[in-house]
């Protein structure tokens, strides 16, 4: 039984846009995520589930991943007493594609947590204080780091800053300055808040897109289009490259110095749209 959405399932990890958390000891929200837009979809066993419940989650996040469902988790933080048991399981699973570390502060947590999954599983490293915004780098340079993403509300609780984006934009520029450092695809920015009119959702997703970022995280289904539109190229950008392009495979003239590059950015353009199946839309 095919639990996950066609196009979303088909879309590499490195150019999600949207991460949409779903609480792990709720399995019946596990489907309709699975089947929304979400260009990935994460199974959260850390800050959704309190610890009472943490061994049970684990449970029905270990059966949806055996029985032909295919998502990332959040897993709990190395400090944690959970974090052992949440990888053991994981090992095991056919249907992980990839764990989200939870309260990344040091690279060598990154390997620790890599290790201990099957060879070549992906680990986002979630980064959520200033020790690890200091660290960003190192981070993004450790075996088995993937992604970094944002922990914003917990930076937030941690610093004593506001949500003003003046306020949070050395870590978010922090973030995107490491991802480049270490070749990793774009960072992904905290998430809106759960109830979020669909006005602010986008209002923040071109503010992670103006820092430079590539993706955000999302806690509620509803924000999810939002957030692919807003971190998309835009109908202008598509109109313009497929103009370039269009023109060049008739043979226009190279002309100046800035064709080439133009060129190049015309098809990445391309290539974007054609894996988040904007042509059509």
Do not use: C
Not at 128 to 140: P, Q, R, Y
Not at 149 to 155: E, I, Q, R, S
Not at 250 to 258: L, Q
Request: proline share 5%.
């Amino acid at each position: 039984m095919a639990f996950r959405n066609r196009r979303a399932a088909a879309l590499p990890a490195k150019l999600s846009r949207s991460w949409l958390l779903v609480n792990a000891a709720k399995p019946e929200d596990f489907a309709p995520a699975l089947a929304s837009e979400a260009d990935s979809v994460i199974f959260d066993l850390e800050a959704s589930v309190p610890d009472d419940k943490k061994a049970e989650a684990l449970g029905y996040v270990s059966d949806a991943l055996s029985s032909g469902m295919t998502a990332w988790v959040r897993v709990n933080g190395i400090d944690t007493d959970f974090w052992a048991d949440d990888l053991a399981a994981l090992s095991k699973v056919s249907g992980l594609r990839g764990v989200m570390l939870a309260m990344t502060e040091k690279p060598e947590q990154v390997t620790y947590t890599a290790m201990r999954l099957r060879a070549g599983t992906p680990v986002l490293a979630l980064i959520e204080s200033a020790v690890g915004i200091e660290n960003a780098t190192a981070i993004a340079s450790a075996p088995g780091t993937f992604r970094l993403a944002f922990g914003l509300n917990d930076f937030r609780k941690d610093t004593g800053v506001s949500d003003d984006p003046m306020a949070l934009a050395y870590a978010r520029g922090k973030l995107v300055v490491a991802s480049r450092v270490g070749q990793l695809p774009g960072a992904i920015d905290g998430p809106p808040a759960a109830g979020a009119p669909a006005e602010q959702v986008t209002k923040e997703a071109l503010l992670t897109a103006s820092m430079g970022m590539t993706g955000k995280l999302s806690l509620s289904r509803d924000h999810v289009d939002h957030i692919n539109a807003a971190l998309a190229p835009s109908e202008d950008e598509l109109s313009w490259a497929k103009e370039l392009l269009d023109a060049h495979a008739a043979g226009a003239s190279v002309g100046d110095g800035s064709y080439l590059p133009r060129l190049a950015r015309a098809q990445k353009i391309a290539d974007l749209a054609d894996s988040y199946g904007l042509w059509n839309a």
